[in-house]
């Protein structure tokens, strides 16, 4: 009598490798529970071409390749090891930094699992070699190490001081808060006013622009947002209203231009700033509500309650049987209430608005 099971799961191409390239896709641990089996990580390219069935016999390490943690966090890697016919008793690991902008501690750096610790932002490469007789293995992964904000005050202040060290506070009175020393890469102990991104008028185009360099953070919990405004009172970011354009990014950093769609001609008082965002990633989602109507006659502005660092999208309906239809650009909430313009060039009479929250699709 033979007994056999019958394994019900769901996989993909995944890797560009098993995509028609003749390398089959294999799963790693053939002991792991079957709901694993449906999960990409859990799976791997065949070491050559035509495959390795089972990897019977097959000596490899295997990690994911790429790895984001936000300090003071530590990364802990605990990659598949295939001894394949090989002892495992002959196998040796030894962790190593390729690359980064400051050494690492591997709390155990001689094992294939281990914990790494991080005192710089960065990109770091690291490798994990796995040596057997005359059998060599390696595995590399690059991490991008994310700042925080208190990691942050801790190296620039050592320790933190209610009244100096929060956000809002100002301990050089330059004018600059922490907050936007930290975004900007700035030394909150010294007067540096000079460097604060600043607003200039092109007499050509007539128009206000703002250039600016920030460091590379973590876009779930710190945004810059360049806004303009008639009144100092409403500010718009949205595209109808600014351009921004991306003039460089490396692992450190990324500078942006932003350029005011409104000329002295078409409205002589225009204001123009940078405003740093700094949001709770974990914070639970509030639908957002309409709560007036204005200017229904030319533009319709839309006001609703938002939360800060939120996307929202305004969508509309004048025919019930077409459904909802996008209305311009998504916006990042910088207030607790924002607005949305309709300027559609035909606005019905009839018409119905909504605003959700936008997640890229």
Not at 202 to 225: E, H, M
Request: glycine residues 4%.
């Amino acid at each position: 009598n033979i007994k056999a099971g019958i394994q019900d799961f769901e996989y993909n191409d995944w890797y560009p490798a098993s995509n028609g390239s003749g390398f089959s896709l294999e799963f790693n641990d053939p002991l792991l529970p079957v709901e694993l089996w449906n999960l990409k990580p859990n799976w791997a390219p065949a070491l050559t071409i035509n495959g390795t069935p089972g990897n019977s016999g097959t000596f490899f390490v295997r990690t994911t390749p790429t790895e984001t943690i936000t300090l003071p966090n530590n990364l802990t890697i605990d990659p598949f090891v295939s001894y394949g016919s090989v002892s495992p008793a002959s196998v040796t690991f030894q962790w190593e930094l390729l690359d980064g902008p400051a050494p690492v501690i591997f709390t155990t750096p001689n094992e294939p699992f281990s914990e790494i610790r991080f005192d710089l932002p960065g990109t770091y490469n690291l490798r994990l070699n796995a040596t057997a007789f005359d059998f060599d293995q390696s595995q590399e992964i690059k991490v991008t190490v994310h700042d925080s904000y208190l990691a942050w005050v801790d190296r620039t202040f050592k320790k933190s001081t209610p009244g100096e060290t929060e956000k809002e506070n100002d301990p050089d009175n330059d004018g600059i808060s922490n907050l936007f020393e930290f975004i900007l890469g700035l030394d909150p102990s010294t007067q540096d006013n000079e460097n604060f991104p600043t607003p200039i008028f092109d007499a050509g185009s007539k128009t206000l622009s703002l250039t600016w360099t920030n460091r590379q953070l973590d876009p779930k919990r710190f945004s810059v947002i360049a806004e303009v405004s008639d009144d100092l009172r409403n500010w718009r970011s949205d595209s109808a209203s600014i351009h921004v354009e991306t003039l460089s990014s490396s692992d450190l950093t990324e500078s942006f231009r932003a350029v005011a769609l409104v000329t002295a001609d078409q409205n002589r008082t225009h204001f123009m700033r940078l405003r740093a965002i700094c949001f709770d990633e974990n914070a639970s989602e509030i639908a957002p509500e309409i709560i007036s109507l204005t200017n229904l006659a030319n533009e319709p502005n839309i006001n609703f309650t938002s939360q800060l660092g939120k996307s929202y999208q305004l969508e509309a309906f004048s025919d019930p049987s077409i459904g909802w239809i996008p209305v311009g650009e998504p916006i990042v909430a910088t207030s607790k209430v924002s607005v949305l313009v309709d300027r559609s060039s035909n606005n019905e009479r009839n018409r119905f608005y909504r605003v959700r929250v936008y997640s890229g699709d």
